[in-house]
């Protein structure tokens, strides 16, 4: 069974991670959200602490190994601090990962070294659809066999940095089974809108939509090679890691709103000290806790090769997007009129936190 207690590495990561988030990401938020841009400082120095690094293999250019609870523990931290800011460091992990998880050899040693060695560089993928039945197991992209290679046609939505990506991972259906195509800049058909997607909230993440007619891929550009990968392990990854972000986003909420409640005065009276408060606090902490286990024990399942780690996964996004919705609409309500001010950060938590229904395949462990 796994354990409560991070070990030493774990511990240094979230410590390093959490210093980050609190001092760097969460100064920044606000004004990123405002002017929409995130200073390219502050991804470098979150880039810096080598989080995708300590989860590659020496053998490709890394200094680690995966491990989806260790992911767990720091992406947590990160959308603690900022949940823009932490999708905007890990992009890169949204093309390594993948390839980590199922390319074939040739891909490793070709791709890996190339994203983690060095500075941040806009590396990612393509997942998410414009379509309200949208499943990532039956896509509407779809790729063809044509002799040698796949030729890939349809339209991806919420890509972040496709306007300057060195590469992307487009995921499409092929034969009925979603596969992911590595798809280089610059390739004939491959199309970036002009203008960033106007979101409800993540203004500060650059993301695009992507338009493919016809982009003709070879064959070894199939994640995989010609044998294909499992998809299911990467999307239980991308679950995982969006669940993660959810408790982080809702722990920031909840810190914030009790600390209000513990100073506000209404009447002569801390409001944390009013029932209906005092109760509230409560349920949003239950809450917290209750779906930080569903994660990592998905995660440990996922590391431990358990038959139901997908399932595990499904229940804690599911679960993790439900709850952070809850915890972040009460954060601002604790706050009461001053809950619906911007310069709080709570209405920006809400906004974000509305937004991981639809954020699977944004954020991968």
């Known amino acids: 069974m796994y354990s409560f207690e991070p070990n030493e590495e774990q511990q240094m990561l979230v410590d390093a991670v959490g210093k980050y988030a609190q001092n760097d990401l969460r100064p920044a938020a606000h004004d990123a959200e405002e002017s929409r841009e995130l200073p390219k400082k502050l991804v470098s120095k979150g880039w810096e602490l080598g989080f995708l690094q300590a989860s590659i293999p020496e053998a490709y250019g890394g200094f680690g190994d995966r491990s989806a609870v260790t992911g767990t523990l720091a992406m947590e931290e990160f959308a603690f601090g900022d949940l823009a800011g932490a999708l905007a460091v890990l992009t890169p992990s949204l093309f390594a990962m993948p390839i980590l998880i199922g390319g074939s050899e040739e891909q490793k040693r070709e ?80 199309s970036v809108a002009d203008e960033r997607e106007k979101l409800m909230g993540l203004n500060a993440l650059p993301m695009y939509r992507v338009k493919l007619d016809g982009v003709k891929v070879p064959a070894a550009n199939r994640l995989g090679g010609e044998v294909g990968h499992d998809f299911e392990l990467i999307l239980a990854s991308m679950r995982i890691a969006s669940a993660s972000a959810a408790v982080g986003v809702a722990k920031a909420s909840l810190d914030y709103a009790t600390n209000y409640a513990k100073e506000r005065d209404v009447f002569g009276v801390k409001v944390a000290q009013k029932q209906a408060i005092a109760f509230m606090l409560a349920e949003m902490a239950i809450e917290i806790e ?62 974000n936190g509305r937004g991981f229904a639809m954020l699977t395949g944004l954020a991968i462990v």
Do not use: C
Request: no cysteine.
């Open 290 to 351: 209750s779906m930080r286990l569903m994660t990592w024990e998905a995660a440990w399942k996922l590391d431990t090769g358990k038959e139901d780690a997908a399932q595990a996964a499904y229940l804690a996004f599911t679960g993790a997007a439900d709850m952070a919705m809850m915890v972040t609409d009460r954060g601002v309500q604790i706050l009461g009129g001053h809950g619906y001010i911007r310069e709080h950060p709570v209405e920006l938590w809400m906004r």
């Open 111 to 190: 791709y890996l070294p190339k994203v983690i060695e060095g500075d941040w560089r806009p590396y990612t993928a393509a997942l998410i659809e414009y379509a309200f039945d949208f499943d990532p197991t039956a896509l509407k992209t779809v790729a063809t066999a044509n002799g040698g290679d796949y030729v890939l046609s349809g339209e991806k939505a919420f890509v972040p940095f496709a306007k300057d990506a060195e590469a992307m991972i487009v995921y499409a259906n092929l034969d009925g089974k979603t596969q992911g195509f590595i798809v280089p800049k610059g390739a004939a058909g491959l």
